[in-house]
């Protein structure tokens, strides 16, 4: 089975813009989450998806967001890119449950100039 | 809330010696735990998890974990360090009082390096 993609694997934007990421799930998962990964605040939690809805947040302002679409597959967005941005983004995939592990893609580096 | 803590940022190990990354966490109510690890530019890989019944878990490339609730520890360990064990490690954990069915929100430690010396 091939694991979790994500696309582009790097990227650089400068302050303002916006970007969206991918992430294609493990065939038959149905669940994806995004972590952000910095040096200073470690890996946090970002979102859930679950069957094309959000079902858990964490705590991040509103330039961040996402969806899911019907094949799984998920996108994030962040708008009005700020320097604080620049990390590593994780997705992660499970089938969904109490007792599913979450399998992780490479993840996208996002830089901020 | 629920928290984990890795008080060892980094961890220095003989090869050929065991080696321990510690982990302690905080939940409400019973913990759902987890191992990754991270080798330099890629995403985290799944080493083992816990869930309830025996408290020593066996996972990935010969690693295993011990659970101790009253310590609210779940230390990783390996018997005989090799030197590709070199890695970043995290702890996790998932407070199952608050879970619903399929809350994958997953809390993560602060992350210990392992280095393995040959």
């Known amino acids: 089975k091939a694991g979790v993609t994500q696309t582009p694997r790097y990227l650089i934007k400068t302050r303002g813009q916006q970007v969206t990421l991918s992430c294609s799930p493990i065939?038959?998962?149905?669940?994806v989450s995004w972590y952000q990964q910095t040096p200073g605040q470690g890996l946090q939690f970002l979102f859930e998806y679950f069957s094309e809805t959000q079902r858990n947040k964490g705590n991040f302002p509103g330039r961040f967001s996402g969806r899911q679409f019907s094949n799984s597959r998920s996108e994030m967005n962040v708008s009005t890119l700020e320097l604080g941005d620049s990390a590593l983004y994780l997705c992660?995939?499970?089938?969904?449950?109490?007792?599913?592990?979450?399998?992780f893609g490479p993840g996208t580096r996002l830089t901020v100039l | 809330a629920q928290s984990v803590a890795q008080p060892e940022d980094q961890v220095n190990v003989a090869e050929g010696n065991p080696l321990t990354v510690k982990c302690t966490y905080s939940?409400?109510?019973?913990?759902?735990l987890f191992w990754y690890v991270q080798y330099p530019n890629r995403g985290l890989q799944f080493l083992l998890k816990?869930?309830?019944?025996?408290?020593l878990v066996k996972g990935s490339y010969g690693f295993e974990a011990e659970f101790n609730k009253s310590q609210t520890s779940f230390h990783l360990k390996k018997p005989s360090a090799l030197v590709s064990d070199s890695a970043l490690y995290f702890c996790a954990v998932r407070d199952m009082e608050i879970t619903n069915f399929g809350n994958e929100k997953l809390t993560f430690g602060t992350g210990t390096r392992l280095t393995i010396i040959p």
């Open positions: 065939s038959g998962h149905r669940s």
């Open positions: 992660a995939s499970s089938l969904g449950g109490n007792y599913n592990e979450q399998f």
């Open positions: 816990y869930i309830t019944g025996d408290n």
């Open positions: 939940v409400s109510g019973n913990p759902y």
